[in-house]
């Protein structure tokens, strides 16, 4: 067969593939996951390791072309824009832009349709809206730290990193605060970082509905539903995001006031905008190294979304250990809300989540292994664990008494 055969055929196949209905998330998973071993195994070793250094200089061009608000226009526009639309409805340079459009067009995040020509795709629809961009700041940061990865490990024998006050962070930015103290000041950082957590984690499905937690909160139909009882409370919870999840997903209705409990740090709750601000919810700051307060004990369910994976083992036990102590035997529930590792095959996506934890906080994404060894060290159990495609899972425990009783 002909070169121009093996390509005709091989397009054929791919175009017969970009028609595919894919509506449901876990096949759609399966098959990128099979075009990707696809490209692995086509592609040349060499064009592989240029690939990995292209995306030194990605990043950085996404956030310059963030900050100049050219992902807006283009979301804006609905058709193409050339170089010098683009200068001209956002002041920028008309050579600079074009550059860097031209590494997004490479990596995919906007289509080059002719010379100096671009339009908007699904992903740079997304790094126009406000939380994304957010994130993208907030990545370049933690990309600037992580720069510093190889020249700490060289003065700590290259150990793995698992102390949160004395780890890449303090190195880096030479301080003794842990990341969350550091950056309580630095004004910029929250903002992004509160903006970034409103994004949803399992791409867009919401998790309430995804791990069916109506089902889950009124299993055994004993739950209380009263004022004196909090149903749930979400520790370290941010702006409330989740619990707003919640509280649309479940039938109740209307709640009354000390059911649906937020914590997080005081300076968290006191940043919660107005129009983020829910009258059925009682807002407490709480510190999680600390006990439960009493009102807040008992509830049905706890929940940590987004939070153990910030913590390496120590410290993720003393967070438990508190929730533990507050739990009801038999009655209440911790739903840990976080990234399962698979033993193999963890994708870009989980391997990126993993090192920038580690770069910030001396912390971890774990196995499934790993969270049960934590619950244990509390006296949790695992009742059932469910994940989503991309490892999005949500692990329920309970107190190993309430097996007993
Ligand atoms: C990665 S965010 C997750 C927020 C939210 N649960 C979510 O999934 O969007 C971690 C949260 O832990 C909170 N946090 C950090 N240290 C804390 C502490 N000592 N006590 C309570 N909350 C804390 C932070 O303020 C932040 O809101």
Known sequence: MSAESKVAEASATIEQLLTLDVSDRKTHAEIVEKCRAVISALQDPAAVVVETLASVTTHPSLVALSNLGIFEKLAAANEPLTGAQLAERTGGDQALIVRLLRIAAASG??????????????????????SFAAGLRLNHRTAELANSLPAYLAQTENRNITSYTNGLFQYHYKTDQGSFEYRASDEAWMTDFNLFMTVPNNTGNSWPETFDAR??????????????????VDVAGGMGQDLRRLKEYLPLGSFTKGQLILQDQAHVIESVPADMHDDAFTYVPHNFFGP????????????????LHDWADEKAVEILRHIADSLTPGYSKLWILDRIVPETGADKALAWLDISMMAIYGALERTQEQWAGLLQKVGLRIVSVQATPDHFGLIEAELETAVLN
């Open 109 to 130: 995040i906007v289509t080059e349709t002719g010379p100096q020509t671009f339009a908007a795709t699904g992903a740079s629809r997304m790094l126009a809206i406000p």
């Open 215 to 232: 089902g889950k909160i009124f299993a055994g139909g004993a739950v209380k539903i009263n004022a004196d009882t909090p149903l749930v």
């Open 292 to 307: 439960q307060p009493a009102a807040y004990r008992g509830a049905r369910v706890y929940t940590l979304k987004s939070v």
